[in-house]
Every structure is written in C-alpha cells, then in structure tokens.
C-alpha cells in the first residue's frame, strides 16, 4: 500500500456524515471482540474424564480383590470380586436380571414422574406466595432431613403391603426435593430478568412460563436430579423393608432375599446394581440436559 | 365533532407528559422524598436527555413511565400507549438466542407466529445484526448485547423508548459508534427518547434538549436546548463547550449538598 492510500483512508475517516464509516468501524469491533469457543477434542474427554472414574474403579477392585487373598474374613462373609461378578453372571444366565431391574426401574421412574407433577406446583407457590412460603417452607426443607426409611412403618400401617406403600414412600422423598429445587432455581433469578419481561408485557402466568420458569430452569434440573436421587434412595428403602411376593421382586427385595439365603456375594451384586442404576440414570439422562442448558447459557464455558 | 377532535389531537402534542410527578418511598411521616414535583413533556419525535448526579432519581423516574412504579401524587401520561425500557445490563434473555428474546417481545405483543421471524430479522438488520439471529446472547460482544437489547425495545413498537445509561458499561469506542447508530435509529423511526446518563457529554452529543436534575430530592434545575447539527461528534467543540457549561451546572449542584 503506497502513503497515498493511506493518507487518502485518514481522510474518509475523518468525515463524521458517513454512515458506512460507522457501520464498519461497529463490524470491525464486532468481529474483535467476538469470541471463538472450541469444544474439548475427543481425546482430552477421554484422558480427562473417562480415564480417572476407570482408574478409581480399578483401585477399588484390586484392595478388595488383596483383601479377599489375606483372607481377612471367611470366604463367605467377604467373597472375591469374581464371585460377585459370577452371581451378576448366574442371574443374567436365569434371565431374570432384566426383570429384577425393570420392577425397580418402572416404579421408580413412575414415581419420580408423579413427584415432578407434584412438587413443581408446590415448588411455585412456595416461591412466588409470601404466606404459603412463610408456612410451609421451612417443613418443606426439613422434610428432606427425614430417611425415607423412617415413612415405612407408616406407610404399611396406611396401605398395608401394596405399591400404593412404595409409591407413598418414594413421593414422601423426592416431592420436597423437587418442590426445594425450583424454589431454589426461582431464588436465584435475576432481578433484572423479571423486570425486563414486565417492560415486554410478560406479566402473570404469561411472565412465569416466558421468563420466571425458563430462568430458574438451572436450578430446578438440579432439583429434580437430587429428586431422582432421593425417589431411587426411598424405593430401595422401601422395597428392602415391605418386600411381600405379591409386589412382585424388585432389587430392594432381592437384597433382602439374598440376605436370608446368607448369600453375600448375591447381596454384593444386588447393591451394584443399585449403583449402576442410580448413577446410569443420572449420567444418561439428567447429566446432558444439565449440560446443555448451561452450555447454552454461556454458563459451562468457564470450568472444564 | 371532527374539528373538536382534531383540536384536542393537537393539544395533546405530546410522547410523554408527566404533570407535577412526586415520588417518595417508606411511609408517609418519615418519607423519603426521590423525586419532588416534576413537570415535564417529551415532544413526539424528540429526544431528550435526563441528567444528573447520583441521587436524582433518574431510574426511578424512568420506572414511573415505563409503568413498573406508580408516583405517589401528580399525573403521568403516555398517549402512544405504553414506553419500551432499555437497562444499562443488557438484559436479553440467555436462554433465548438473540433473535428468539425479539421474537418474544413481538410474541408478547401479540404479533402472528408467521410474521414474528421476518419483523425480527428487520429489527437485527436495524441495529447491523442480520446474521446475529441464532446466536446465543453470551457469544456477543457487549455492544452487539446492547444492539440486540435495542432492537428488542424497538420490537415492541412502543412510541416511547426509555433509556437507563444504556451505553454506562461500555468501551468508549463502543459506546462511540452505538451512539452514531442510535442517532441513525432515532432518525428513521421518528421514536421519542428519554435517555438518563450521568455522562454530560454523551447527553450533549446525542439530545436535542437536556434536562438537569438536582439530588436528593430530584427536581428540575435546569434545562439546555440544543441546535448543534447531527450527525455530532462527541470531542467536536461545539459538544465540548456546551460540556463544559452543563458541568459547572451539575457541580453547584453537587456542592449545595456539602452543608447537609
């Protein structure tokens, strides 16, 4: 470029009328402070978040596995972890692996599902009604301080050994944690939020379905993962505790039966697969929406 | 009958009127007065710049005429129906892509679904955004976030648009070229503005008329029309002179509150 050409752009940028001159010093600020995101490339996902939970796991099998050769307590009292995987082996072999965990499963979603319906009401009023919060709030959350365990006497003394038993235990945990979340996601929305929607005419119910809702929404999904938590945690308790034939054998149950055959490998394997499930669930289904509400948000970017 | 019309249509030449407007909070024996007997109206088509140091009340008047507040005695009138509110945050939606939070103010209007796409992508074509639309709000920059909030408050067609220190959080280069392009907006919508700054210069640079107001309680101190031509340029001398003379103005009025 010559010192002419640049003598001459000095001067087209110096005329104050031109609307272009705006317009591309505005795209060329545009362009400097708009950020780029990369994703995470593959590989660091594996070596960063996949490697360490398989590492642990490994470690955890490997003294379990040096406990069972010291013979630190009778072969039957502290089998090996080939045993437990044997027993997992034998139940899939009998095929009834599958139904155990779907009686479990079936009731626990269902459960959880009546808790969302449940709770994302009460949650509501909770938080936007002054009076409703000032009575019931505090209970609300003490609740949550209450084993579901302790609502099964109870709830077989009300409903004898039946579903309605289980599904009042599970509801008793996961509505109070459902209905906190979403008091707690509406806490923590922004005030500006809601005065920008007024200004917009997004007033009423009309304001909580645009903004109040969408906004707490971070909250409430993790109100409603620790709600699944609390329904899978008080199903078991449940099912251990009111196991009758007649409900049919769910994994609450089958550790109980386990337990009454002495059967310690059996038991081991029921409680994996307790594990396996809870945390499956979580990690399939309510990890990535978690994730994409936040990423879309701009609220992920930060912490990896 | 026509003609009666027709004359009170001409005397109700106004975008904003706001009649002997006092606002105080807490209870009546020990209220704090914000805002003391304001009288003022806002020309269809004009723009005016609210000014004033901190303590005058600016947000709260701004409040009582876009609606969110009520003044304790006195009249607020705003013939064209209601006033759009533009916040010195942002305050687009973050869950809602840029083009989705103007589609939900024209949705919250009442626009038909099929038009809503069309009337968004004019509004970001407006503010120099046409390939802004599906981009999340946390991927632009904080002028590109103002430009969207302004084409957001432009989607509700109001004829007033009320503006709280828009520009306060900004870069001055930014705010510089976000200026020229309001002033651009303002010319091809005929709007009304009611701009509140504590920025003597940026109210000089962009107001036909600027308003002072004192602190503590808010009232009227003084008012500058101004003929400077537009398109204005924020450090031309014209701007600055007028600057200059406003400021002195602010300052005695940030002085008297020294006895007190």
């Given amino acids: ?304 | 009958m026509t003609t009666l019309l027709t004359e009170s249509s001409t005397m109700v030449e106004t975008a904003v009127r706001l009649d002997h407007v006092t606002k105080s909070f807490g209870r009546s024996a020990a209220a704090h007065v914000v805002l003391d007997d304001i009288s003022l109206n806002v020309a269809p088509g004009e723009f005016v710049c609210l000014l004033g140091a901190s303590g005058c009340g600016k947000s709260t008047l701004l409040n009582l005429v876009a609606g969110l507040d009520q003044p304790t005695t006195g009249t607020i009138d705003v013939p064209g129906g209601h006033a759009a509110l533009m916040f010195q945050e942002h305050a687009l939606f973050p869950w809602l892509t840029a083009g989705q939070n103007i589609e939900l103010a024209l949705r919250l209007r009442r626009v038909p679904r099929g038009e809503r796409r069309a009337e968004a992508q004019r509004l970001l074509e407006l503010v120099r955004l046409g390939g802004a639309h599906g981009k999340r709000v946390h991927e632009l920059s904080g002028g590109m976030r103002q430009r969207v909030a302004m084409a957001r408050a432009l989607a509700q067609d109001a004829k007033v648009l009320l503006m709280d220190e828009p520009f306060a959080a900004l870069d001055a280069i930014t705010r510089d070229v976000l200026h020229e392009e309001l002033i651009q907006i303002w010319n091809e919508t005929g709007v009304s503005v009611l701009f509140v700054t504590h920025n003597v210069r940026e109210a000089v640079r962009l107001a036909q008329r600027v308003v002072l107001l004192s602190s503590r309680p808010g009232r009227i101190a003084q008012e500058w029309t101004i003929d400077l031509p537009q398109p204005r340029r924020i450090e031309s001398s014209g701007v600055a002179d007028l600057a200059v003379e406003i400021t002195d103005q602010l300052r005695g009025e940030i002085r008297r509150h020294v006895q007190h």
């Fill in chain 1, 1 to 304: 470029m010559s010192s002419t050409d640049l003598i001459k752009t000095a001067a087209v940028l110096t005329d104050p009328s031109s609307a272009t001159d705006v317009a591309s010093v505005g795209a060329g600020l545009d362009a400097l402070e708009t950020e780029t995101v990369e994703r995470t490339p593959l590989r660091q996902v594996l070596t960063g978040k996949v490697l360490p939970p398989l590492i642990a796991i490994a470690l955890v099998l490997l003294v379990w596995e040096l406990a069972f050769l010291a013979h630190l307590k009778r072969a039957d009292l502290l089998p090996s972890p080939l045993d437990v995987w044997n027993s997992l082996h034998d139940q899939w072999l009998q095929g009834t692996i599958g139904s155990t965990i779907w009686t479990s499963l079936s009731r626990g979603v269902l459960g959880f599902l009546i808790s969302v319906v449940i709770g994302t009401p009460i949650g509501l009023v909770v938080a936007k009604v002054k009076p409703v919060r000032a009575a019931i709030g505090p209970i609300l959350s003490g609740l949550q301080s209450i084993p579901s365990v302790a609502w099964v006497p109870a709830a077989v003394i009300w409903f004898g050994l039946s579903n309605a038993t289980i599904y009042a235990v599970v509801l008793l945990g996961a509505v109070p944690s459902i209905a906190n979340g979403l008091v707690a996601g509406v806490d923590q929305v922004q005030p500006i939020y809601l005065r920008a929607g007024r200004t917009l005419g997004a007033t009423g119910l009309r304001g909580i379905w645009h903004v109040l809702l969408p906004a707490a929404l971070p909250g409430y999904i993790a109100g409603l993962k620790q709600g699944w938590a609390f329904s899978w945690r008080s199903l078991m308790a449940a099912e251990l505790i009111a196991s009758s034939p007649a409900l049919g054998l769910g994994l609450g149950a089958q550790l109980e039966f386990s337990r009454e055959n002495l059967d310690m490998s059996g038991v081991l394997a029921t409680i994996i697969l307790i594990l396996v499930v809870g945390i499956g669930i979580e990690l399939l289904i309510f990890n990535p929406i978690e994730r994409r509400v936040l990423r879309s948000r701009g609220l992920l970017t930060a912490r990896r």
